[in-house]
């Protein structure tokens, strides 16, 4: 049971560049999120999966895209990377039963942008 | 104005003090309240969920809620170098869903 996986790790963009990041949860979770988070401004949410199907738009969803593949999969996509997109990016999960309402993170991305 | 605000830190602490750490907020909507920690180069986890006002103790640490000042505060009874890490006050008006977050507040327990 791995709970909330990301890849990779680590990565170094230019300007200009485009990625994806992936995360994957093996908690048979319905909800996913995708943060990020810089100093002194705590986690963001950039964009959010309620089920598989659908996505909306968090706080600060300019320059991105998501794509909820299936239940257990959702991606985050920078078209061309910026700068202002370095972060640590977090993806979560969120249990729908009153007693599992813990958000449970990734381990992160951390991105760099030149 | 951030919809919720933190004390930024960093704080510093001996050992076996008692850390208070505080939120404020603005929208009077959120009703569940939670505080994460978060270890450097770590995903956050949840350590403390309270529902609406009041106390909740678990172990050295309680959460209270005051939703009339719309404050809350997390404390730690008898800090050890091991709380040493980053916590982060999260809130949601509706349960589960669109959590937002504090920018966290960096405590070091010192030995």
């Known amino acids: 049971n791995a709970g909330v996986t990301q890849t990779p790790k680590f990565q170094v963009l230019k300007t200009g560049q485009s990625m994806t990041l992936q995360c994957a949860q093996d908690m048979n979770h319905n909800s996913m999120y995708w943060y990020r988070q810089d100093p002194g401004m705590g986690l963001r949410l950039i964009y959010y999966s309620a089920s598989e199907g659908t996505t909306d738009k968090g706080e600060v969803p300019n320059g991105y895209n998501v794509s909820r593949l299936n239940k257990r999969e959702f991606s985050l996509r920078l078209e061309s990377a910026a700068p202002s997109q370095t972060s640590v990016y977090f993806c979560?999960?969120?249990?729908?039963?009153?007693?599992?309402?813990?958000?449970?993170f990734g381990p992160g991305t951390r991105l760099t942008v030149t | 104005q951030k919809e919720v605000e933190q004390d930024p830190g960093p704080l510093s602490v001996p050992e076996g003090a008692i850390v208070s750490l505080n939120c404020t907020y603005s929208n009077s909507a959120f009703q569940y309240f939670m505080w994460y920690r978060q270890y450097s180069r770590k995903g956050p986890e949840l350590l403390m969920y309270t529902y609406s006002s009041g106390n909740k103790e678990d172990g050295r640490f309680t959460a209270q809620v005051d939703k009339s000042s719309k404050y809350i505060s997390l404390f730690i009874r008898d800090s050890q170098p091991s709380d040493s890490a980053t916590y982060l006050c999260a809130m949601s008006e509706v349960y589960g869903q669109n959590f937002v977050f504090g920018p966290g507040t960096r405590l070091s327990v010192l030995p």
């Open positions: 979560a999960t969120t249990g729908t039963s009153y007693d599992d309402y813990e958000q449970y």
